[in-house]
């Protein structure tokens, strides 16, 4: 099997992707991408770049070029799943890294702060994912929470917990903390953002219509400030990719640390 496609089937497991998800994000029947993945034919040029860019590499990394040994390269590893987070990091400039979500106990003791919640379980997510990487190796993980009066909101367990939380946050102002870890070999560096958030009055109909739309369940607080959540906010202070999930003006800054100036 030559090095492209096994790059290509490592890089699907890496991301957690099947075979019929990177066939269409590519514009290829399955049988096209199989071909391709079990290196029976090699991709033509365009169909290589969009798999570069599906998988935030270079098309020399896919293709074995220039490549220094594994134990010499020192990679950027994003310790998250979150397609945000994803973006936000790519927007930055960082076009290369490696996705590596670790399942870590989330569970933290009673009478902490948010901030220091969300600085500690990025600590774990980012050591756990430190264990499959190199020396060199630069990890970058983060963990966000909803703060009401001092009091975090994680993901609604049910539509019914969802319409509390939203009506809780109705007319009020609530806080949006993110934990953030940069870690190579025996250093690590850890800071938060914090971020106020104002919601609008909100009609019982309106956060009904919010939730049916499905958007508010997998997302601390109950919404998505980069979705249809953004109808329900007035104003903030601060950092809004905060809001987001990744603080990426303090990323920056913390990177500069480690040799990585983005400008």
């Known amino acids: 099997m030559s090095i492209l496609a096994e790059r290509m089937k490592e890089l699907r497991i890496e991301n957690k992707m099947k075979q019929t998800e990177v066939a269409k994000a590519l514009g290829l029947s399955i049988t096209g991408y199989c071909g391709y993945e079990y290196g029976n034919r090699d991709p033509q040029t365009a169909t290589l770049v969009k798999l570069a860019q599906l998988y935030h590499v270079s098309a020399d990394?896919?293709?074995?070029?220039?490549?220094?040994?594994?134990?010499?390269?020192?990679?950027?590893i994003l310790a998250s799943n979150s397609p945000r987070r994803k973006e936000l990091l790519g927007r930055m400039g960082i076009e290369e890294f490696k996705v590596s979500a670790p399942n870590v106990d989330e569970s933290v003791e009673e009478g902490l702060s948010p901030a220091r919640i969300v600085e500690e379980l990025s600590q774990r997510k980012a050591q756990a994912a430190a264990k499959k990487a190199g020396p060199k190796d630069i990890i970058i993980a983060a963990d966000t929470v909803v703060a009401l009066d001092g009091a975090v909101l994680g993901k609604p367990r049910s539509e019914e917990d969802a319409f509390a939380m939203l009506s809780a946050l109705s007319g009020r102002e609530h806080h949006v903390y993110t934990g953030v870890t940069v870690l190579q070999g025996e250093r690590a560096v850890t800071e938060h953002e914090e971020t106020a958030v104002q919601f609008r009055e909100l009609a019982p109909e309106e956060i009904r219509g919010y939730i049916a739309t499905g958007e508010p369940m997998d997302k601390a607080g109950a919404y998505g400030i980069q979705g249809r959540g953004a109808l329900l906010v007035s104003g903030i202070r601060g950092d809004y990719s905060n809001v987001v999930g990744l603080p990426v003006f303090r990323l920056g800054r913390m990177l500069t640390q480690f040799g990585i100036n983005l400008l």
């Open 61 to 76: 990394y896919l293709l074995g070029i220039n490549e220094p040994p594994p134990e010499e390269k020192a990679r950027i």
